[in-house]
């Protein structure tokens, strides 16, 4: 399919020698100008495409859909017409929580096309007690993190060594960031062994280049 | 624009396949344009090649008065995803309750997702304190939040019921703070969209299978 087959109607403008190329219309409005649809089988080269200027606003991404009849269609990414974007920003709010642990909530995005991240902690109620350890108190250790478990996020949020006494109530406000894998990478975990020390260097450059 | 002439501009290379110049007698491709070119239908690329690397290419956009441009992070108004950390220096003992980034609400969503706080002279010998006992541990607020009056995102950062104490000639006294907040900007309807908000009952339980929004 190499060969290609255009009927060219040319509009030459009368003062100068300029031609303008009309497919499917006799009033071209541009050096080539296509009434209807374009096919490029093999490479497009966009020569001098000028940039976005710093005064432009609400510009869309292009991207190419693999599945559509013909391969390969440009469409843009219209976010506000689809359910799910790149980014999404859900404000979650946890009440009726069993002293102060959320022990494992079971967000269940799919952590093979999701990640997620927490933003925006409100901690919202009574406090949790110092407990006396020897002639010392301690604070024990709030954790708040996502993470995957059995291939989906799950949430925990608490203070694993101490809890919230008896008769006291908190809620918990966070915003989950829930990336879509297409547009966001997941790097696999980068361990380092420290061997006690509190200063390292990662083994090598994490691969981002 | 009266005078319509119907030629075929068509140069036969060695082969058998016809190369097409438009503006151009010595055109490079099947078809090469010297100039623009308006598509009013769809365009369908079937073998634009692969991009494997991350640097050394720019995005393209459709601008909103449907141009094809090139995206330059650099000289755009905004990125897809933005960075901006926000330093209070000499907060109040107590935080900060209100504070107006000036932000829009509707062109942007604003999520704190990082913090620190520090002494005068970055001193680290500084720490949350409780007014009302000292053997509570204050929980924590940083977030930013939408003033629909102003229309602009507010930002809060503070500890419940709490001062900033640090040692000032032996005793603990309360002090001002350095507040450090990092901010991701996400821009509204670009890459990034605000889904409706959740609320989850625990019914006393530690355990729980949150429901999924639509969609995902």
């Keep these: ?209 | 624009m009266q005078n319509i002439l119907l030629i075929f501009l068509i140069f036969i290379s060695h082969q058998l396949c016809a190369q097409v110049g438009i503006n151009t007698t010595t055109p490079r491709a099947m078809l090469d344009v010297e100039g623009n070119a308006i598509l009013d239908g769809n365009l369908y690329l079937e073998e634009p090649g692969e991009f494997n690397v991350i640097r050394g290419s720019k995005l393209l956009v459709n601008s909103t008065s449907n141009i094809i441009l090139q995206y330059d992070i650099e000289q755009s108004k905004y990125g897809p995803i933005n960075y901006a950390q926000f330093a209070f220096k000499k907060a109040s003992t107590n935080g900060i309750k209100d504070y107006d980034t000036k932000i829009s609400t509707t062109d942007y969503l604003v999520t704190v997702q990082g913090y620190y706080f520090a002494g005068p002279g970055n001193d680290t010998n500084i720490m949350s304190h409780s007014k009302n006992d000292s053997n509570e541990i204050p929980g924590f607020q940083m977030y930013a939040y939408k003033n629909t009056e102003t229309e602009t995102w507010f930002l809060r950062g503070f500890f419940n019921n709490a001062t900033f104490r640090a040692p000032v000639s032996g005793n603990y006294e309360d002090v001002s703070v350095d507040l450090y907040m990092n901010l991701i900007i996400f821009r509204n309807g670009f890459i990034s969209k605000p889904q409706d908000d959740v609320t989850i009952n625990m019914n006393n339980s530690e355990t729980m299978t949150a429901p999924l929004p639509p969609g995902f």
């Design chain 1, 1 to 209: 399919m190499r060969t290609i087959l255009i009927a060219l109607l040319v509009l030459f403008h009368l003062p100068g020698i300029t031609a303008q190329v009309g497919v499917g219309t006799v009033n071209p409005e541009a050096d080539l100008h296509v009434k209807g649809s374009t096919l490029v089988q093999q490479k497009m080269q966009l020569g001098t495409l000028p940039f976005v200027q710093s005064q432009e606003a609400d510009f869309k991404f292009l991207t190419r859909i693999n599945n559509s009849q013909p391969k390969g269609k440009i469409a843009i990414l219209d976010v506000d017409s689809r359910e799910v974007a790149p980014v999404n920003v859900i404000n979650y709010t946890f009440t009726g929580v069993s002293k102060d642990n959320l022990t494992d909530v079971n967000l269940q995005y799919d952590a093979n096309k999701y990640i997620v991240g927490l933003a925006n902690f409100r901690y919202v109620g009574d406090p949790i007690e110092k407990m006396p350890v020897g002639n010392t108190f301690t604070v024990g250790a709030f954790v708040m993190r996502a993470f995957i478990s059995n291939d989906t996020w799950h949430l925990e949020i608490r203070n694993r060594f101490l809890d919230l006494a008896v008769g006291k109530t908190l809620t918990y406000h966070v915003t989950l960031i829930i990336y879509d894998k297409s547009y966001y990478r997941n790097l696999p975990v980068i361990v380092t062994d420290l061997g006690g020390d509190n200063t390292g260097t990662a083994y090598a450059v994490p691969n981002l280049y």
